[in-house]
């Protein structure tokens, strides 16, 4: 499923978590990394060395992206490395579609302050862009991450970008022989107590059990015949949270955004809230176009 693998990286990825994972799922699948550092071209970067005008970020670019593929070295994975400018979110999201990679992945937590901020900044965007699949792990010290997955988690809301993602995450589970666990989140938070909430609640309930049904159908369809089928009340983002702990999850996939209109806004940034929060590797799969 992943035989190219873009992963970029700033001066907290040599160490970290992210890393290690992403030479496990290429170890998996035979797959190559590449390791990309975009030199940001909104920050002023340019010095003098000597009498030499250089870009400092592409000098870093260059530093970090040589240890990182010392770690790969040292790990045995097949790799590669590229250190670009521009804009690091619109500029990953280009590059992966531009080289045809089946997969980003993406650190949610990289340096320190405000950096560490932009940095989360730059993956919910990229989460946001990508039409590729993105893959983002938390990246604390006192926390591992599983592979291979045998718990795979697939959030739904019937929609077109959670329809593409079943499918993705479907497939990921009949190639780990993974135990898939299909959740459809009633978000009845705002509903009050009159008949028309009522009836609004009964239509949610309705359509959870319909995304979940065809769910189930696909999996039948692809062999997967492992499935746990979960129907929960309240906030989504918090229900997949809780799920994730309570159910030993080991990865989660689901659409970057929902429904279209207004619940597509809601729950897109339901996907970006998981990618915050959730203690596993989180892939979001993007609806594609129409």
Known sequence: MYERILLPVDESTSSSAVLHHASELAHWDDAEIRLLFVADTTRDSV????????DALEREGESVVDEAAETLQNL???????????????????????????????????????SRQLRGSVTEKVVRLSDRPVLTARMKPDEELTFPYERILIPTDG???????????LALAAELDATVHVLSVVDDSALGFDVRSMLSGEESERGANEAISK???????????KLAETIEHGSPSEAIREYVEGNDIHAVVMGA?????????????????????????VITVSPGEE
């Open 76 to 114: 045995g994975v097949d790799y590669s490395t590229d250190v670009v400018q521009g804009n690091p979110a619109p500029t990953i999201v280009e590059y992966a579609e531009e080289y045809d990679y089946d997969l980003v992945v993406m650190p949610t937590r990289g340096r320190k302050g405000i």
């Open 215 to 225: 769910v189930v159908e696909e999996a039948n369809e692809r062999g997967v015949t």
């Open 47 to 54: 010095t003098v060395v000597g009498n030499d005008v250089v």
């Open 257 to 281: 955004t929902g429904r279209s209109g207004v619940d597509r806004i809601l729950l897109g940034s339901v996907a970006e809230q998981t990618v915050r929060s959730a203690p596993v590797p």
């Open 159 to 169: 929609s077109r970008s959670a329809k593409r993602a079943t499918s993705h995450g």
